[in-house]
């Protein structure tokens, strides 16, 4: 099995082409896609607002916890 090393030359390049051009779709579908955050936080952040719910009360601003506690 004696190859062309033209044909070989060849198949290199387009393979390369290929795995670039896939490469730049992934990257492109990735710049595309909005940032998900974890599940873990996601769960975190419902379960805060579900607490804050069943307490009844909605959360409250910074300045306004420093000012009742002064």
Do not use: H, I
Not at 3 to 26: I, K, T
Request: charged letters at 35%.
């Amino acid at each position: 099995m004696d190859m062309n090393l033209y044909f070989a030359e060849w198949l290199v390049r387009e393979r390369l082409a290929e795995a670039r051009a896939a490469g730049a779709r992934d990257a492109l579908t990735q710049a595309v896609r909005p940032e998900r955050r974890p599940v873990r936080v996601r769960l975190g952040a419902a379960l805060v607002s579900l607490g804050r719910r069943l307490e009844g009360r909605r959360p409250r601003r910074a300045d306004a916890l420093a000012a009742e506690s002064s």
